[in-house]
Structures are given as C-alpha cells and as structure tokens.
C-alpha cells in the first residue's frame, strides 16, 4: 500500500451512494439499461501543483493550478491558495495509479489547457497573450467514489468528484478504465 497526502473528501461512501443511485424516472431508466449498482470504490488521483502567471492585455493574474499527474488528460483544478494541513489527510491506499507525467510535459499542458480556456472566453479579449507555470514539488491526491454497474457480461463506471460533490465525464472514466485494465 501507498502512503499519499489527499484533500478531505466532502462526499462520504453512503453520500456517494446514494446519489450513485438516485430517485426518479431518471435512476430506473439508468438502472435498467447499464444494470443495478455492484459495488462502489474510493479512488485517489495524483495532481501536481504549478503557480501560473498570466500576462493578457497588459494585466498579470496570478493562480494557482493542478493538473493530473498520471497522464495530464484530466481538466485543471484550480485553487485559491495551497492546501493548508487542515485542508487534507494522510492515508494509506492502493487505489491510486502512479504518477507519470514528466514535468517538461506537465508544463507545457497546463500552459495549453490555460490558453485554450481564455481563448474560449473570448478570441477578442487575448491580447500579447503570455503563460508562465512554474512546478511547485506539491502532490496532493483528489479523492473519487467510482460505482461499478453490471448488465450481464458489460460493467459501467460512474465517478463522482468526492470534493466537489459531482458526476465526472468520460476523460475521468477513461483514466480510471485504463487504470483499472492495466492493474489485471
């Protein structure tokens, strides 16, 4: 088992439950079609930390960034200062995929997915447009629930981000799938 440094998880394992199984039209319509909930999981993504400034039209904004440190696929977290001791815990587990993203590579996709963000806000509104990020030797771990459904022989994941309480998309299933695949 690994030791790993995670931000507290705002989403508790019956929490995640039961939002995995909802109420509605909606939950039997899923459930019918990708099968009852089997088990549900925690999951721990690597992220690393970078300190980012950005210089548009004159004005330097400074945040601070994380990005996925398994293979920089996933979308930037961003935070208003580093994690404060009493903002995380420290646990041991084994789900958690390693880290592999070089750091030459981890900056040149946080520059990339900052530039794609602003010129998504507005082509009009970058001007003599500059990204700096600088690594921080920060790595803290994002929790996830992850549900597992069965409908015979196919099995569906769904993931909630445990600290921002919502359903994750397909890069995040696609992450933990191939996670998943090359552990068996």
Known sequence: MQQIRSLKPNVTREEAIRQFTGRGLF???HRTVFGPLRSVA???IPFRFFRVQIHNR???EERM???DAVNGSLDLYQFEHLPAESETISLETRNCPAAGLPDEQAVDLVVANLRRILYSRGFFRVRDLQITASPLAIEIHIPYWIAFRASGAYTRLSVIDAVRRRFEGAKVRRLVENWLAARH
């Open 58 to 60: 004159g004005i330097l």
């Open 42 to 44: 925690e999951l721990y």
């Open 65 to 67: 960034v994380a990005i």
């Open 27 to 29: 939950s039997i319509v």
